[in-house]
């Protein structure tokens, strides 16, 4: 793994021992230099950033811009999708973004989120209830594959009946089929038509929900209907365009499930690796907000920030790099970082977690933090004080992981109490 601190662009590194042992190899890129010239498994060349001081100081750097206008012709720039799924937050730079985060971000209030532990906390006990007879589960596909989607969909108000549409779309954008490249053009499309449709059910009969919330501010913005279903802005006043309505619903559903089922696979299995803390958080689940933290530092379901592109040339960690490439940021290996993390491999849920990068850093910080700490810890915590003799069900090397850069987390997790 080649060092581009000082000698400029190199040979690209080969990004496959990221996708086979993330942490190992990670660890011998911060060790050979803090930015890396790598070509991503879809042929796409950027700029890979491995240490904490760079990676929370590019965090917050607005001259690191997430609209896609900003790259280079012809280089990365993450999903294809169309304007209307595209228009959220993951691609805006201020002051649309100030805009927008400001309109969505009293749903995740620590109080509003507060108010769903106990609903949460209800269907992670059906959902033990449902597989305690058999005395076996595979924790993926029965418990957190299915706690993440029925809290969003409650929270959005998709319909029961549509879920199981929504863990496969989510599952097929995350990690696509490369001998089938069609269905994910196909999936976007099924995705758009459904949230088209979804939308214009609530504005006909509005519910309890975030997405009548959401379609009264995109068409009361100040409590009177006005009658311009395309316009962005009002006088006086913040809204919603369409497009954002509709990318702020994708958003939420996507990030809101696909994140949360990895935080919680990841963090069982560091239990399981780790039985002295599992233990010590059975005899004292007080510890367990700070457990999440540690579980979030130490295997998070996101490695890479969302891709940036550089406004101007910049230096990151002594290396220029030219306005337009594709920046990725590892929070994955800042978390592993020993300068910032002393004995970093190490599992410790007593461990002093502030300044843990897992849910980002700046203007950018994860807008569903709230619930995504929430429903992990009810979510562990139904499952430890159920099954206090939980253990894994099949050798540990057959464990995999979802093979990519984008997300981390297992496809099973066969367990027996």
């Known amino acids: 793994m080649q060092n581009t601190a000082e000698t400029g662009p190199a040979d690209p590194v080969d990004v496959t021992p990221l996708l086979d042992d993330p942490h ?25 950033v491995t240490r904490y001081d760079d990676v929370r100081a590019a965090l917050a750097d607005p001259r690191l811009s997430l ?50 532990r106990a609903p949460v906390r209800r269907v992670a006990d ?45 599952d097929r954008l995350v990690t696509p089929d490369p001998s089938r490249p069609e269905l994910v053009k196909q999936t976007i499309g099924d995705l758009l038509a459904y949230f088209t449709g979804l939308i214009a059910t609530k504005r006909a009969q509005p519910g309890d ?13 100040d409590g009177t209907p006005d009658g311009a279903p395309d316009s962005g802005a009002a006088p ?40 002295e803390q599992l233990r010590a ?17 130490f295997d998070p379901p996101g490695p890479l920030a969302i891709r940036r592109f550089p406004r101007e ?10 306005a337009g490439d594709c920046v990725l940021l590892s929070v994955g ?46 979510a562990l915590s139904a499952l430890i004080e159920r099954f206090p003799g939980l253990r894994l069900d099949v050798p540990r090397a057959s464990l995999t992981h979802r093979r990519t850069l984008r997300a981390r987390g297992l496809i099973s997790l066969p367990v027996t109490w």
């Not at 929900?209 to 913005?221: F, G, H, K, Q, Y």
């Not at 907000?289 to 579980?295: C, D, G, L, Q, T």
């Not at 040339?313 to 030219?322: E, H, S, T």
């Open 67 to 116: 609209d896609k206008r900003h790259a280079a012709p012809g280089g990365y720039r993450g999903f294809a999708l169309p304007p209307a799924l595209d228009a959220n937050l993951l691609n805006m730079d201020p002051p649309d973004h100030t805009r927008v985060r400001r309109l969505v971000v009293r749903a995740f209030t620590p109080g509003r989120v507060e108010a769903l």
């Open 24 to 48: 190992t190899a990670y660890a011998a890129l911060r060790a050979s230099g803090p930015v890396h010239r790598i070509t991503g498994p879809d042929g796409q060349p950027a700029w890979l």
């Open 281 to 297: 958080l059975h005899r004292n689940p007080a510890e367990l907000p700070n457990a999440v933290e540690e579980f979030m530092r």
């Open 209 to 221: 929900d975030l997405l009548s919330e959401l379609i009264a501010v995109r068409d009361t913005p």
């Open 313 to 322: 040339d910049l230096d990151i960690g002594g290396v220029r790099v030219p």
């Open 333 to 378: 290996s800042a978390n592993r970082d020993e300068a910032r993390f002393p004995d970093a491999d190490r599992l410790d849920l007593a461990r002093d977690l502030s300044g843990h990068l897992a849910l980002g850093h700046g203007i950018h910080y994860c807008l569903g933090a709230p619930l995504a700490r929430m429903e992990t810890a009810v």
């Open 236 to 275: 006086g006043g913040d809204r919603l365009s369409e497009d954002e309505l509709t990318s702020l619903a994708f958003l939420i559903l996507f990030a809101g499930y696909e994140n949360t089922v990895h935080l919680v696979g990841n963090a069982v299995l560091a239990l399981l690796d780790h039985p």
């Open 126 to 170: 059906d959902l033990l209830d449902a597989v305690e007879p058999a005395g076996r589960a595979d924790l993926i596909a029965d418990y957190a594959g299915h706690l993440p989607i029925i809290v969003i969909c409650d929270l959005l108000g998709v319909p029961r009946a549509d879920r199981r549409d929504f863990r496969a779309w989510t």
